[in-house]
T-cell receptor, first 111, second 110 residues
Framework: DVKVTQSSRYLVKRTGEKVFLECVQD?????MFWYRQDPGLGLRLIYF???????EKGDIPEGYSVSREKKERFSLILESASTNQTSMYLC??????????FGPGTRLTVT | LAKTTQPISMDSYEGQEVNITCSHN???????ITWYQQFPSQGPRFIIQ???TKVTNEVASLFIPADRKSSTLSLPRVSLSDTAVYYC???????????FGTGTRLKVLA
């Protein structure tokens, strides 16, 4: 069974803090993704990575950066958290072009 | 980047067949069409994937016409537990590139 784990289920941070969201997959998948999900807006792609150290911008990359130093780990970084980044963050991995496996999500609140 | 288009919501009764259509006019030659199901407070879960014609698995069928500009997810004999949001996703290349649409909220009524 593919397992995608995210470092926290719930996170509360203050405005201006640097925030790291970590995602780890155990199936040697080449692709990894970060999405955010907000009510009424569905899932929106922030960044994805198709190989170590490779990344591509998704639909809403502004205010975010990513890091993929090892194949199994994909980090999402909020350089200076803002209240409009309060959201559910979902990580996924896949063996391109096949199904994505999603983690349980991190609900981030920025106050 | 483009988004796929689906109906926002649908209602159905238990035991009925439900068909949800997704429009993806600009699909690229090497794109696949994948459908996901999502329950509240959970990540999406894979249902079915196809490239062309018809694909069937134990939970659903996927119909893709020859021009591949749309696709239809068919859920046979739905139950209350099928109440969820359903997303189609087109990728990995072209203008859709892993961009989810807003999904279809299916409500199954007793």
């Amino acid at each position: 069974d593919v397992k995608v784990t995210q470092s926290s289920r719930y996170l509360v941070k203050r405005t201006g803090e640097k925030v790291f969201l970590e995602c780890v997959q155990d199936m040697d998948h080449e692709n990894m993704f970060w999405y955010r999900q907000d009510p009424g807006l569905g899932l929106r792609l922030i960044y994805f990575s198709y190989d170590v150290k490779m990344k591509e911008k998704g639909d809403i990359p502004e205010g975010y950066s990513v890091s993929r130093e090892k194949k199994e780990r994909f980090s999402l970084i909020l350089e200076s958290a803002s209240t409009n980044q309060t959201s559910m963050y979902l990580c996924a991995s896949s063996l391109a072009p096949y199904e994505q496996y999603f983690g349980p999500g991190t609900r981030l609140t920025v106050t | 980047l483009a988004k796929t288009t689906q109906p926002i919501s649908m209602d159905s009764y238990e035991g009925q067949e439900v068909n949800i259509t997704c429009s993806h006019n600009n699909i690229a030659t090497n794109d696949y069409i994948t459908w996901y199901q999502q329950f509240p407070s959970q990540g999406p879960r894979f249902i079915i994937q196809g490239y062309k014609t018809k694909v069937t698995n134990e939970v659903a069928s996927l119909f893709i016409p020859a021009d591949r500009k749309s696709s239809t997810l068919s859920l046979p004999r739905v139950s209350l537990s099928d109440t969820a949001v359903y997303y189609c996703l087109v990728g990995p290349s072209g203008t859709y590139k892993y961009i989810f649409g807003t999904g279809t909220r299916l409500k199954v009524l007793a």
